[in-house]
C-alpha cells in the first residue's frame, strides 16, 4: 500500500535562515534547470521588505 501513497515533506524556515541558505538554494535550482524554484526563494526574500 505504501507504494500508491505520495509523500510530502514541509520545511519551514525563520526569516535570519531562509537569508543564510538563500544564496545555497538558489544557486543549487539554477544548476538543476529549476529556476521557478530560484525565483520563489528570490519573491520570498523581496515579499518582506
Known sequence: ??????KSSVVCYSR????????????FAEAEGLSA???AVRVRLEGDE
Open 16 to 27: 535570519e535562515a531562509m537569508e543564510a541558505a538563500a544564496p545555497h538554494v538558489i544557486r
Open 1 to 6: 500500500v505504501d507504494v500508491f501513497l505520495k
Open 37 to 39: 524554484h530560484a525565483n
